[in-house]
């Protein structure tokens, strides 16, 4: 599985990654955990709001900062 974090590496990134690294932990979930800072890609996935979380390539949540849990129902 592929979890992937979309934003410039603000605060609110940077906490989203961290959500995302606790329920992998916490569901022993296989998974590599991917950001993209890049603005232009940001873009080019449709997400005008960061930061956005996506699950195999496809956008889950955008715009706020998920919680661990949210995290983890996505990944089980």
Known sequence: MEITI???GCKNCVNLADNA???VAETGVE???VKVED???IAVAGIMS???IGIDG???IKGRVA???EIKELIV
């Open 67 to 69: 919680t661990v849990d």
């Open 31 to 33: 998974a590599e955990i």
């Open 39 to 41: 603005m232009k890609e």
């Open 21 to 23: 690294k606790k329920a």
């Open 58 to 60: 496809e956008v889950k």
């Open 50 to 52: 960061t930061p956005a």
């Open 6 to 8: 979309y934003g410039p």
